[in-house]
């Protein structure tokens, strides 16, 4: 990745962190226990795409940079609570968790699953709490936005489908669609919301950079597939392997690693494409790049 572009992310990812630190309860009040236990499962911790997808839809449309840090801090916070559940015993049952102890494990399921419930109501709290748009009809529309995403209709949704999938020969359109529901939703809410920030786009400008969000949060999703099935042991700060072991669907069970691959390729171009004629959307091409580039 080109020094800019790390420079930048570097920057945001700490921004990020000074900001949830600050939005986060303090562990010190009542219940101390869990507000401990949502700093845990949310601070310190992930390459944080979504707030970085959320900064650079911003800088399309010339969002305040105050304004974006809390939409991005809304995601990130269900982000982090919807790996907390997916840790759990009854879903995923995983023991590691960017490279520590999962929060069942560190502060128990009881615990846990309050951590999740509070970071999701947080996450709602911000977003509603502050003033993130010029209108408040527009503001409500992200509100509506990230519970769409968020729900069963977007990612619980796509979790229910893959609870449902282990073990199941799915078509590629059933994987897609679990898929575009269960990681994409959030990533794609991530680009939406960042662009509600700032000054309105009319609908042909806002479909593209949708287009664009859909093809990132999909090749997101097809390089985990590949990464997971790549890992030769548990490097990745979870159970690297995990979803072959656990006998579930994904691209390279389906598609082979070749063609898995071609089809990250493919849908890295589409969203490259998506962005033609945006003048202010490089920091969005950069995150393209690196979502089909990475190794983690
Ligand atoms: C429990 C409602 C509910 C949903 C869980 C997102 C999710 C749905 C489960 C996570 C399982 C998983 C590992 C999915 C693969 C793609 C993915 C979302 C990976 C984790 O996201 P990253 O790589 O994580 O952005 P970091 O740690 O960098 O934030």
Redesign the pocket.
């Known amino acids: 990745m080109n020094p800019d572009f790390l420079a930048w992310s570097g920057n945001l990812q700490a921004r990020i962190e000074t900001v949830l630190e600050r939005l986060l309860p303090d562990p010190q009040h009542t219940p101390q226990t869990l507000h401990a236990a949502m700093r845990y499962a949310a601070l310190e911790?992930?390459?944080?795409?979504r707030p970085l997808l959320a900064f650079a839809a911003g800088e399309v449309v010339g969002a305040d940079p105050a304004r974006v840090e809390i939409a991005a801090s809304a995601v990130e916070l269900i982000?982090a609570y919807?790996?907390v559940?997916?840790d759990l015993p009854c879903?995923?049952n995983d023991m590691l968790r960017?490279g520590k102890p999962t929060c069942h494990v560190e502060y128990g399921e009881a615990t846990a699953l309050l951590v999740g419930d509070s970071l999701h109501s947080l996450a709602f709290e911000l977003i509603s709490a502050h003033t993130l748009s010029d209108t408040p009809e527009r503001q409500l529309e992200m509100v509506k936005l990230l519970a769409l995403a968020a729900g069963s209709r977007g990612?619980?949704g796509?979790?229910a489908i893959d609870l449902v999938s282990v073990g199941q020969t799915l078509t590629l359109p059933e994987l897609e669609f679990m898929h575009i529901h269960?990681?994409g939703a959030l990533i794609r809410a991530s680009v939406l919301l960042g662009t509600y920030c700032g000054s309105a786009l009319d609908d042909t400008a806002l479909a593209k950079l949708d287009h664009y969000a859909k093809c990132v949060g999909l090749a997101?999703?097809v390089v985990?597939d590949i990464l997971d099935a790549e890992a030769p042991t548990a490097t990745l700060g979870?159970t690297a392997g995990k979803d072959a072991e656990n006998n579930k669907p994904t691209y390279v069970t389906l598609m082979g690693s070749a063609r898995a691959k071609a089809f990250a390729a493919e849908l890295h171009s589409d969203a490259l494409d998506a962005l033609a004629g945006f003048d202010s959307a490089q920091r969005l091409r950069e995150l393209a790049d690196f979502i089909v580039q990475r190794q983690f």
């Open positions: 911790g992930g390459k944080r795409v982000h919807s790996l559940h997916d879903m995923d960017r990612m619980a796509g979790q269960k990681t997101f999703q985990d979870k």
